[in-house]
């Protein structure tokens, strides 16, 4: 799916990692795929949030930093 970027190519992905939290399950992920050069911005708006508890930055295979992976951070319920 194509997204409007907005002026700096992160508007879509700004409202989709603002968004996620309140959406996910306890302990799910948001996968993100980013253009060239876009790693670390995407990275400080996932870290702005406060709401994931890792972060991991996969590589595709030219080298280049595509998807950005993020834990929700919610701790699980467990039974005791």
Request: glycine share 10%.
């Amino acid at each position: 799916v194509a997204l409007v970027a907005g002026r700096d190519g992160l508007a879509a992905i700004a409202a989709l990692v603002a968004e996620a939290p309140r959406v996910l399950a306890p302990g799910a992920r948001l996968v993100v795929e980013m253009g060239v050069g876009q790693a670390a911005a995407v990275r400080r708006l996932v870290d702005r949030t406060g709401q994931y508890k890792k972060v991991d930055v996969v590589r595709d295979h030219a080298g280049i930093d595509r998807v950005l992976v993020a834990w929700e951070g919610r701790h699980r319920w467990r039974r005791s």
